[in-house]
C-alpha cells in the first residue's frame, strides 16, 4: 500500500513513526509511505538555514531525538548557543543545539552549493535508514510571517505607538508563546510557489491520504497553500483521511488553538474537520479520526460527508501511536470498499 502523509511538527513525527511500525506490523513495506513536510515554519538564522519540522521528523524515524523535549537531538550541548550570544548573533530566547547546528550548516553548505531543499532532505535522509521517504512540500521559501496585535505588550504606551507589528512565525510562537493576539498568517512566495519534485506524484499515486494530528492552520495549512496540492489532493483516487489535533477541546502539544482562533475556527476536533471541509463537497477530507471524548461529534460529521470514527488519540509511545496510524487505515479501507 502506497501511502502519503501530510505532516508537521511533534505531532506529525510521532504519527508518522507510529505509522511505519503499523505498516511494519501489517507485513507491509514502510518503503511505500511517503511524507509532505512542512517547510512554512523554515527560517535563516545566524547565517544557517532551519528547517525545524523536516528535521523534527528525520530525527525521530532515525530515533536520534530528543524524546523528552520533543524537539532537537537526544544527548544535546549547547556550547555554540552559548558562544553565539556572547558575540550577540541569533536570538538569544532559540536555542541552537550543538549536534543540531550540524545539520543545518551541511544543509546551508549544500544550499549555497546550488542543492534544491529536497535533494538536500535526500542526502540528510541517507544518513540513517528511516524506511520512510521524506519530501519537503516545496523548494520555495514560504516562511511564514505572523501579524500581531502588540498593544498589550506596555502598560502605557506613548501615543501614536504602532499597535500592531509583523514577526517570523517563530519569534511569535517560541519567543512570546504565542501569546500576542495574531491577526494573520502570511507565507512569503506562496503564490509563486509549487509542489517539490515528487510531492504531487506522491499524492496522486497513493492508496491512502493521510493527514497528520499537525497544526491545521500553520502546518496543514502551509501545504495546502501551495498551488497545486489541493488539485492533486482533489483528483487523487485514494481516500483521504486525517487525524484530529484537538481531544476534548484542547490541543494536544503546542499553541494551535491561538491560531485556530485566529482564522476565527473553535478549538474543537469537529470544528477542524469542517475548517478542512468535506471532499465531496470541495474540501480536503473524506475521512476523520475523534478522540473518544468527542464521539458524539463523529455522527454529525459523517451526515455532512465526512466519515468520522472515535478512537483513542492520545499518542503516549510507540505502541499507541502504531494503533492509531492502524485506525486510519482501517477507516479508509472502509470507504475504499464502501461506493
Known amino acids: 500500500m502506497r501511502i502519503t502523509v501530510l505532516a508537521g511538527g511533534v505531532g506529525g513525527a510521532r504519527f508518522v513513526r507510529g505509522l511505519r511500525e503499523e505498516v511494519a506490523r501489517r507485513g507491509g513495506d514502510s518503503d511505500e509511505i511517503t511524507v509532505v513536510v512542512n517547510t512554512g515554519d523554515d527560517l535563516w538564522l545566524a547565517g544557517v538555514r ?45 536555542t541552537l543545539g550543538d549536534l543540531d547546528l550540524g545539520t543545518h550548516l551541511a544543509r546551508t553548505s549544500w544550499l549555497r552549493e546550488g542543492l534544491t531543499p529536497s535533494q538536500v532532505g535526500e542526502r540528510l535522509q541517507r544518513r540513517w535508514p528511516l524506511g520512510v521517504r521524506l519530501i519537503p512540500a516545496t523548494d520555495t521559501e514560504v516562511d511564514t510571517h505572523v501579524l500581531v496585535d502588540v498593544s498589550g505588550l506596555h502598560d502605557d504606551p506613548p501615543s501614536g505607538a504602532p499597535t500592531r507589528a509583523e514577526l517570523h512565525f517563530q519569534e511569535w510562537w517560541t519567543r512570546y508563546r504565542a501569546s500576542l493576539p495574531a491577526l494573520a498568517f502570511r507565507q512569503r512566495n506562496i503564490d509563486d510557489a509549487r509542489p517539490a519534485p515528487g510531492v504531487a506524484e506522491a499524492i496522486a499515486d497513493a492508496d491512502l491520504v493521510l493527514v497528520a494530528p499537525s497544526n491545521p492552520v500553520v502546518s496543514i495549512g502551509t501545504i495546502l497553500a501551495i498551488p497545486g496540492i489541493r488539485d492533486a489532493l482533489a483528483t487523487t483516487a485514494a481516500p483521504v483521511v486525517g487525524v484530529s489535533p484537538i481531544i476534548g477541546g484542547r490541543v494536544v502539544r503546542g499553541m ?75 477507516l479508509a479501507d472502509g470507504l475504499r470498499r464502501t461506493p
Not at 532515525?62 to 523535549?69: C, F, I, L, Q
Open 256 to 330: 494551535a488553538d491561538a491560531c485556530l482562533h485566529a482564522i476565527g475556527v473553535e478549538t474543537d476536533a469537529g470544528a477542524v474537520a469542517r475548517h478542512y471541509g468535506a471532499r465531496s463537497a470541495g474540501g480536503l477530507l473524506d475521512g476523520w479520526l475523534v478522540d473518544e471524548t468527542d464521539a458524539p461529534s463523529a455522527d454529525a460529521l459523517t451526515a455532512e460527508g465526512i466519515a468520522s470514527r472515535a478512537v483513542p488519540l492520545w499518542m503516549r509511545d510507540l505502541d499507541t501511536s502504531a494503533t492509531l496510524a492502524g485506525a486510519a487505515i482501517d
Open 50 to 94: 532551519l528547517m525545524p519540522d523536516f528535521d523534527s521528523i528525520l530525527y525521530a524515524l532515525a530515533g536520534v531525538n530528543d524524546t523528552e523535549r520533543g524537539w532537537g537531538r537526544a544527548g544535546e550541548t549547547e556550547r555554540v548557543a552559548a558562544e553565539l550570544r556572547e558575540w550577540g548573533v541569533g536570538w538569544p530566547w532559540f
